[in-house]
């Protein structure tokens, strides 16, 4: 069974509870286990929950869940960004799955709301990578 982790923003809760529900059903319904949850102030914190979740030998992918809605300023894209960057370094320094179940940036919470499937996504992308990856320690496959 695949166990995933999970990092759920708290920031804008009213949509990422919405969202964590949605993760942890798509989760169940593919049979794999939610090994871990954790709760952290915002998207941009994400990032290190995301790697010590990815430390841990018996997660075997984790799924970032949040939203960032757009203000007055371009702070939205600022966090969206470095955000995405920094949990793209995470999977690749970990060899292990981390995907991206953030809505925005650049829209409004209503926009946001219609979007909480994004974390199912999250999940069933992890889960997918997981299955498809090649494992390293196996040998490799050539072509005759």
């Not at 970032?64 to 960004?81: A, F, L, R």
């Amino acid at each position: 069974m695949t166990a995933l982790g999970l990092v759920i923003a708290e920031f804008n809760r009213p949509i990422t509870e919405q969202m964590e529900h949605e993760a942890a059903e798509a989760a169940q319904a593919a049979g794999a286990e939610v090994h871990d949850i954790v709760h952290v102030p915002g998207v941009y914190d994400a990032p290190l929950a995301a790697d010590r979740l990815a430390r841990l030998e018996a997660v075997d992918a984790v799924a970032v869940i949040g939203t960032v809605i757009t203000g007055d300023t371009d702070h939205d894209q600022v966090i969206s960004d470095a955000t995405a960057q920094r949990l793209a370094d995470v999977s690749l320094e970990r060899d292990t799955p981390v995907t991206l179940g953030v809505t925005g940036p650049g829209m409004s919470a209503a926009e946001s709301r219609e979007r909480i499937e994004n974390a199912a996504k999250a999940v069933d992308s992890a889960l997918d990578l997981v299955d498809e990856l090649p494992d390293p320690e196996s040998p490799s496959r050539t072509a005759d």
